[in-house]
């Protein structure tokens, strides 16, 4: 989580000037593709309603012409299928700031045990940040995988037994077993 496209540097959640919240994402294009990412974000929006502010403001923020023309196209795309106009900006990045540290990872935050695991297993905040674990166990959090998605992966998050069965509860509405010696627990 951070802030970009605005032109002071330095934003703060209480002082952002022309800057918007915005996540930049780091992903691996050998699992999956900026074309794809650009699918789930078109999903995940309403993108002919109006932003409601800039601090909210809906964009997609480009590195370079490549990506560029590629969110212009899935635009495109989408605009032939839809009622109304997209008013979802495509905007360059000029430079984007980390937002503040009590604001990273907002949902697994409301789960005090489980941050604590992470806490102590990544002491810098600049870890948890980057961590991968972290940000798959606030995006199940927040409901964003399967159950099973979950189960399969498990053991492969980082947290002890008793986090494994609070975020088993958390998630999937019920306690399951984690005791299960491979990752493909029932």
Request: aromatic share 10%.
């Amino acid at each position: 989580m951070g802030y970009t496209g605005g032109n002071s540097g330095n934003p703060t959640y209480t002082n952002l000037g022309s800057h918007s919240e915005a996540i930049q994402i780091d992903y691996d294009p050998g699992k999956i593709s900026y074309e794809e990412l650009l699918d789930i974000f078109w999903e995940s929006h309403d993108p002919a309603s109006q932003s409601w502010s800039q601090q909210y403001k809906k964009a997609i923020f480009y590195h370079d012409e490549k990506q560029k023309r590629a969110a212009e196209d899935t635009r495109a795309h989408l605009a032939s299928s839809i009622t109304g106009t997209i008013k979802t900006e495509i905007l360059p990045l000029n430079e984007f700031y980390l937002a503040e540290d009590y604001h990273q990872k907002h949902i697994l935050r409301g789960y005090p045990e489980l941050m604590a695991e992470f806490r102590a297993k990544y002491p810098a905040v600049e870890e948890l940040i980057s961590s991968t674990a972290v940000a798959r166990v606030n995006g199940y959090l927040g409901g964003n995988a399967t159950c099973d998605l979950l189960k399969s992966e498990l053991h492969d998050l980082g947290l002890s037994e008793k986090g494994n069965k609070k975020l088993i509860e958390e998630v999937c509405g019920g306690s399951v077993s984690t005791s299960c010696p491979t990752k493909h627990c029932p």
